[in-house]
C-alpha cells in the first residue's frame, strides 16, 4: 500500500493538513522566539546598572584604601568610600536582578505565546492524525486477505455514497452477496481510495 498525496483526495487533504500543522507550529515558534528576544531588551538598562555599579564600587573601595593609609585620619576618611562602595554594589544587585526577572518575563510570555497554538496542535490535530494511520494500517493490512477484502467491501457498502456504489454494478449489493471477485475489488479499492491507500494487487 502506498499514499499517494496527488491522487487520491484523503491523502491530499492529510498531506496538505500536515504541511499546514508544521508551518503553524514553525510561525508559533518563530512569534515566541521573536517575542522572547524583544523582552529581553528589557535587560540592557539593568546590564548598564550593574556594569556602572560594579566600576563605581571597585573605584571607591580603591579609592577608600589609598585614603585609609593616610595617617592618624585615614580610618575616619576611611568610612565615606566604604559607605559609598556599599551603595554602589547595591546598584549593582538591583541591576542584576531586573536582569533576572526580565529573563523570567520573557520566558513565561515565551511558554505562554506557545500554549495555545502547540495545545491546539497535541489536542485536535494529533489525535486525528494517529486514528487516520491506524484506521490506514488496518486497511492495508485487511487488503491482503480475501477475508479482510471481504470486511473493505462490506465496509464502502455502508459508507460510500450510492452513485460511486452504482458505478460499480447495477445491483451491487447482490453481486457482493454472490462473492463476485470483482466487485468485491472494486468495493475494497473504493474503501482504499477513501483513506487514501491504493490497492497494490
Same mark, same amino acid.
Given at each position: @500500500?502506498?499514499?499517494?498525496?496527488?491522487?487520491?483526495?484523503?491523502?491530499?487533504?492529510?498531506?496538505?493538513?500536515?504541511?499546514?500543522?508544521?508551518? !503553524?507550529?514553525?510561525?508559533?515558534?518563530?512569534?515566541?522566539?521573536?517575542?522572547?528576544?524583544?523582552?529581553?531588551?528589557?535587560?540592557?538598562?539593568?546590564?548598564?546598572?550593574?556594569?556602572?555599579?560594579?566600576?563605581?564600587?571597585?573605584?571607591?573601595?580603591?579609592?577608600?584604601?589609598?585614603?585609609?593609609?593616610?595617617?592618624?585620619?585615614?580610618?575616619?576618611?576611611?568610612?565615606?568610600?566604604?559607605?559609598?562602595?556599599?551603595?554602589?554594589?547595591?546598584?549593582?544587585?538591583?541591576?542584576?536582578?531586573?536582569?533576572?526577572?526580565?529573563?523570567?518575563?520573557?520566558?513565561?510570555?515565551?511558554?505562554?505565546?506557545?500554549?495555545?497554538?502547540?495545545?491546539?496542535?497535541?489536542?485536535?490535530?494529533?489525535?486525528?492524525?494517529?486514528?487516520? @494511520?491506524?484506521?490506514?494500517?488496518?486497511?492495508?493490512?485487511?487488503?491482503?486477505?480475501?477475508?479482510?477484502?471481504?470486511?473493505?467491501?462490506?465496509?464502502?457498502?455502508?459508507?460510500?455514497?450510492?452513485?460511486?456504489?452504482?458505478?460499480?454494478?447495477?445491483?451491487?449489493?447482490?453481486? !457482493?452477496?454472490?462473492?463476485?471477485?470483482?466487485?468485491?475489488?472494486?468495493?475494497?479499492?473504493?474503501?482504499?481510495?477513501?483513506?487514501?491507500?491504493?490497492?497494490?494487487?
Amino acid at each position: @500500500m502506498k499514499i499517494y498525496a496527488d491522487r487520491f483526495p484523503t491523502a491530499a487533504r492529510q498531506f496538505l493538513t500536515d504541511l499546514l500543522v508544521v508551518a !503553524w507550529v514553525y510561525a508559533a515558534v518563530r512569534g515566541a522566539l521573536w517575542l522572547h528576544d524583544l523582552v529581553q531588551k528589557l535587560a540592557v538598562p539593568g546590564q548598564k546598572l550593574e556594569g556602572a555599579g560594579g566600576g563605581l564600587a571597585d573605584n571607591l573601595a580603591d579609592a577608600g584604601g589609598k585614603v585609609g593609609r593616610v595617617p592618624l585620619v585615614g580610618d575616619e576618611l576611611t568610612a565615606p568610600f566604604t559607605r559609598a562602595a556599599g551603595a554602589a554594589r547595591a546598584l549593582a544587585e538591583a541591576g542584576r536582578d531586573q536582569q533576572e526577572l526580565v529573563d523570567q518575563l520573557a520566558l513565561a510570555l515565551a511558554v505562554a505565546v506557545l500554549v495555545f497554538p502547540l495545545g491546539l496542535v497535541l489536542v485536535g490535530w494529533l489525535p486525528l492524525r494517529v486514528r487516520w @494511520m491506524r484506521r490506514a494500517g488496518s486497511a492495508a493490512r485487511l487488503a491482503s486477505a480475501p477475508a479482510g477484502r471481504d470486511l473493505l467491501a462490506l465496509r464502502a457498502l455502508t459508507s460510500q455514497p450510492l452513485d460511486r456504489l452504482a458505478r460499480i454494478a447495477p445491483d451491487v449489493a447482490e453481486s !457482493w452477496r454472490r462473492g463476485d471477485d470483482a466487485t468485491v475489488d472494486a468495493l475494497a479499492a473504493l474503501e482504499l481510495r477513501r483513506l487514501g491507500l491504493r490497492d497494490g494487487r
